[in-house]
């Protein structure tokens, strides 16, 4: 069982930059691809970036790509995910997910990840 904390959300101008964590206490970081994902009220949740378990490998969304970078520390055993020039599109709850994988593999389907984060609220105003 992997346990997924984020943090780092909160309320932000539209152009302004957010950094979010992802935190895995206890768990073998390492084992696992991580993901990024959003939802909206309504809506099904959306793929945003997906990162290997070295971090060798990445992939992003159209929408959020040359805006926001997934990185990861695996000294530390966290997430991240870099997001600059914010639109009020981004507005959402964001998600970290981990999938068991081997190599150098990612996801960006959310049907391939085992353990989800609470999620934590990202809101960009105009």
């Known amino acids: 069982q992997v346990r997924l904390v984020e943090s780092g959300g909160g309320l932000v101008q539209a152009g302004d930059s957010l950094t979010l964590s992802c935190e895995t206490p206890?768990?073998?970081?390492?084992?696992?691809?991580m993901g990024w994902f959003r939802q909206t009220p309504g809506k099904k949740r959306e793929f945003v970036a997906a990162?290997?378990?070295?971090?060798?490998?990445?992939d992003y969304s159209d929408s959020v790509k040359d805006r926001m970078a997934i990185s990861r520390d695996n000294t530390k055993s966290t997430l991240y995910l870099q997001m600059n020039r914010l639109r009020v599109e981004d507005t959402a709850v964001y998600y970290c997910a981990a999938a068991s994988v081997a190599g150098f593999a990612y996801y960006k389907r959310e049907s391939e990840y085992h353990y989800w984060g609470q999620g934590t609220q990202v809101t960009v105003s105009s």
């Open positions: 206890g768990g073998s970081f390492t084992d696992y691809a």
């Open positions: 990162i290997s378990r070295v971090g060798v490998t990445s």
